[in-house]
Nanobody, 120 residues
Framework: VQLVESGGGLVRAGGSLRLSCTAS????????IGWFRQAPGKEREGVAC??????YDLISDEGRFAISSDNAENTVYLQMNSLKPEDTAVYYC????????????????WGRGTQVTVSS
């Protein structure tokens, strides 16, 4: 099982980024894929998750974040709009055979993460 994130970077407050998570080594459509983030000194928190065609918001983001998937490409996206400095974190994608949960303990496989930095 391999998960590879991309798309992070430095953006000004109010800007947008789209993160990608490309997965391999498992049946993509049968597996829940979640996006998590971890800021320095804080616990890892769930952002959003998709399982088959059902999406879940794991945080209250005021509609700024949207998760989507392309099963043909084995890729899950996280579109992030109206970014704020407090969104600065390392963003990870993770795979779960149990479904979408907001606890990182429910996810068996993790990518290495991609850094998102939002300047004020």
């Amino acid at each position: 099982v391999q998960l590879v994130e991309s798309g992070g970077g430095l953006v000004r407050a109010g800007g947008s980024l789209r993160l990608s998570c490309t997965a391999s080594g498992f049946t993509f459509a049968d597996t829940a894929i979640g996006w998590f983030r971890q800021a320095p000194g804080k616990e890892r928190e769930g952002v959003a998750c998709v399982h088959d065609t059902t999406t879940y918001d794991l945080i209250s983001d005021e509609g700024r974040f949207a998760i989507s998937s392309d099963n043909a490409e084995n890729t899950v996206y996280l579109q992030m709009n109206s970014l704020k400095p407090e969104d600065t974190a390392v963003y990870y994608c993770a795979a779960s055979s149990y479904g979408c949960y907001d606890s990182p303990h429910a996810y068996e496989s993790w990518g290495r993460g991609t850094q998102v930095t939002v300047s004020s």
